[in-house]
Structure formats: C-alpha cells, structure tokens
C-alpha cells in the first residue's frame, strides 16, 4: 500500500518559518506529481503547491513569493519551505499524490494524514 507520511508542523510565531517534509514510497515519489494542500477549520481544502517529475511546479497566490515546493529523488521526500508565515496560514497541511498533471479539481490519488501548522499573530 502507498504511504505518505508528513512531518514538521508546529506552532511559529508571525512571520517565523517552518520546513514541512513529507515521506513517499519509491513507486509514488518516481512517477507522480506531488502537491501539498491545507484545510483551515470551517474552510474547504485548497491546494497550495505542486511539483511535477520534471521540476514543473504551481503556487497558489496567497504563498507564491513565500512558499517554495522541492523533492529529492534520493531520498524520495518533498519539501515546502515556509517563510514569511501569516496567521492565515493555520491550517492542516497535507501531503498528496497522483500522476496528473496539471492539477484537476479531482486530483489526489493519495494523501497523508496531515500535519498542523499554527501561525500565532
């Protein structure tokens, strides 16, 4: 079974920075696009960055210029670095999984279990 395991969430202050990491297997990691996304209380989960096998990535607005998505194929994790963090960035982040790209509306064909990030203003 596929597995993604997230790490790295914690409590920050306003403008402090977190690096959250999440874990694949190797069958996932080489041939998926991998994204993470992030559901604050009351709020529909929204997609925040991406990155394709090829190094291709997406943003969304709120985090473009904060926020970069990385992945090492060695060790088969993908990163996003978080600086520059606003209150509104409290959410659970997710790590995700899935061979399209660019992102659909429907995509995700694996998720981890999530990983809290809590800003303090």
């Known amino acids: 079974q596929v597995q993604l395991v997230e790490s790295g969430g914690g409590l920050v202050q306003a403008g402090g920075s977190l690096r959250l990491s999440c874990a694949a297997s190797?069958?996932?990691?080489?041939?998926?696009?991998m994204g993470w996304f992030r559901q604050a209380p009351g709020k529909e989960r929204e997609s925040v960055a991406a990155i394709s096998w090829s190094g291709s990535t997406f943003y969304a607005d709120s985090v473009k210029g904060r926020f970069t998505i990385s992945r090492d194929y060695v060790k088969n994790t993908v990163a996003l670095q978080m600086n520059n963090l606003k209150a509104e960035d409290t959410a659970v982040y997710y790590c995700?999984?899935?061979?399209?790209?660019?992102?659909?509306?429907?995509?995700?064909?694996?998720w981890g279990q999530g990983t809290q990030v809590t800003v303090s203003s």
């Open positions: 190797r069958r996932t990691f080489r041939n998926y696009v």
């Open positions: 995700a999984a899935d061979p399209t790209w660019p992102m659909t509306t429907t995509w995700g064909d694996y």
